[in-house]
């Protein structure tokens, strides 16, 4: 008989295996392509708006030298105050278009396209990048209607395949209290946490914050590591810890709906009049 249920679990994550790694293999070539796609489209805009942010500082510091020994203290104030005011206006234009970085860097780079793609498909979405044209943003609403449904497809094998092997492991989701289904989310949580602090040499508060605020899809954006190869070469924690935290979800969805259940029969219960049941 153990052998018999032995084999059943083994085929089971044979398939589920095969059909998480097809999958994976789609979710990647989506994520590819739509980076490349978002490169192609904001480059472009990002160049105009760091152009414009150079010209404003060059003239700003030029004008500032050439009147120096013009102008008296008074108006020499008050052209610089006229520039810095140019200067604040150009950078806010550049920062409501999606630029945040120093107009020497490039932000639509492989590495940031390809964590927005990413970002964008598991619904985490930090803010840190973000597209600078009005239809561009609307085409990453028609990017993500096709990339997050690929995506929880693929949450939800890595999921059963959670499952699935968690008792080899003596962890049980399917089935399992909900103590231990929080066991399991802490121990991921926290071997999370101390590998984003030794790779991106943040504070253990900071990295459990962003750990919290990743597997979560919250994704506040306020902590966002710097080095994002890094961080995607990280991907592979933050797909299991969504697919633990989604199994985590359904525990407590089940705990609160037989609470809920157990209680409204023991209500119906007490209105009945005596002698009665339901079956009655």
């Known amino acids: 008989m153990d052998s018999t249920v032995s084999l059943s679990t083994n085929d089971a994550v044979k398939k589920t295996s095969v059909r998480a790694l097809l999958l994976l293999f789609v979710n990647c070539t989506i994520w590819l392509a739509g980076s490349l796609l978002f490169m192609y489209l904001e480059r472009p805009v990002e160049g105009v708006h760091k152009c414009g942010v150079r010209r404003v500082r060059r003239d700003f510091l030029d004008n500032l030298w050439s009147e120096a020994s013009v102008l008296d203290e008074a108006d020499w104030k008050s052209l610089a105050r006229k520039k810095l ?29 390809i964590l927005y793609t990413f970002t964008l498909s598991t619904t985490i979405g930090y803010g840190s990048l973000t597209p600078a044209t009005p239809w561009v943003r609307l085409f990453s609403i028609v990017y993500a209607g096709i990339a997050c449904p690929l995506f929880a497809a693929l949450l939800g094998e890595v999921a059963q395949l959670i499952t699935l092997l968690a008792p080899k492991v003596y962890c049980r989701p399917n089935g399992a209290s909900l103590i231990s289904v929080l066991g399991c989310l802490i121990v991921h949580s926290w071997l999370g946490t101390i590998l984003m602090a030794y790779l991106f040499e943040w504070s253990l508060q900071d990295s459990l914050y962003f750990v919290g605020t990743t597997v979560t899809t919250i994704g506040f954006g306020d902590i966002v590591p710097e080095d994002t190869f890094t961080f995607l070469c990280t991907s592979w924690y933050i797909v299991t810890g969504l697919a633990v935290y989604s199994i985590y979800q359904d525990a407590m969805t089940a705990l609160v709906s037989t609470w809920l259940e157990n209680l409204l029969d023991r209500r119906a219960r007490t209105k009945l009049p005596p002698g009665k049941s339901h079956s009655d």
């Open 85 to 113: 005011e140019t200067f604040e206006e150009e950078i806010h234009t550049a920062v409501e278009a999606g630029l945040n970085s120093y107009s020497s860097q490039t932000v639509w780079t492989p590495s940031n396209a």
